[in-house]
T-cell receptor, first 112, second 117 residues
């Protein structure tokens, strides 16, 4: 079945470091992936997305890498700031295209 | 400002007392959906709607109803709430293009924390 998982539930980094959050997915036919950030008391906020015809996509301070061979997705945050502290979710579009299937989330803690 | 608005933010109720959580989006999106978020289980889809008068079940639809009479509104109805429906609920919308690209970038509301006693 479809499932999306994250390698680590928590990640602690120092301010200024680069952060890498990993995600594994199970459906090799998935064609769309997305990362969300959820701060305490708020709804998930879009960070960046990527289609399966790409290996890498860059945004402002963020990069998403897609490795279809091993069904792995990662989010890289450059120069991590305290404001980046949040729970990060990866998600893939379901086979039917009617839902996003979310991983369990990684809590990123940034200390200054 | 483009947004998805849910109400209320917090709700405490008792078992069996019908309730409705409202959701409205101002982006003219075709697709809308409800998710619940539980510790250790992540976000799971309850119901979705691809357009007005078109709704369908997600992964965890038991105990819930929805309606889509207007494009902008997608209320979630709990006819007879039970304690296992205590959860954080999110409404979301997406532009939707039909076919296999119905759902991509979802915009989420701020959430409704429901407690059923």
């Amino acid at each position: 079945g479809e499932s999306v998982g994250l390698h680590l539930p928590t990640l602690s980094v120092q301010e200024g470091d680069n952060s890498i959050i990993n995600c594994a997915y199970s459906n090799s036919a998935s064609d769309y992936f997305i990362w969300y950030k959820q701060e305490s008391g708020k709804g998930p906020q879009f960070i960046i997305d990527i289609r399966s015809n790409m290996d890498k996509r860059q945004g402002q301070r963020v990069t998403v890498l897609l490795n279809k061979t091993v069904k792995h997705l990662s989010l890289q945050i450059a120069a991590t700031q305290p404001g980046d502290s949040a729970v990060y979710f990866c998600a893939e579009k379901s086979q039917a295209g009617t839902a996003l299937i979310f991983g369990k989330g990684t809590t990123l803690s940034v200390s200054s | 400002e483009a947004q998805v608005t849910q109400n209320p933010r917090y709700l405490i109720t008792v078992t069996g007392k019908k309730l409705t959580v409202t959701c409205s989006q101002n982006m003219n999106h075709e697709y809308m959906s409800w998710y619940r978020q539980d510790p250790g289980l992540g976000l799971r889809q309850i119901y979705y709607s691809m357009n007005v008068e078109v709704t369908d079940k997600g992964d965890v639809p038991e105990g819930y109803k929805v309606s889509r009479k207007e494009k902008r509104n997608f209320p979630l109805i709990l006819e007879s709430p039970s304690p296992n429906q205590t959860s954080l609920y999110f409404c979301a919308s997406s532009r939707g293009t039909g076919g296999v690209q119905v759902v991509e970038k979802l915009f989420f509301g701020s959430g409704t924390q429901l407690s059923v006693l």
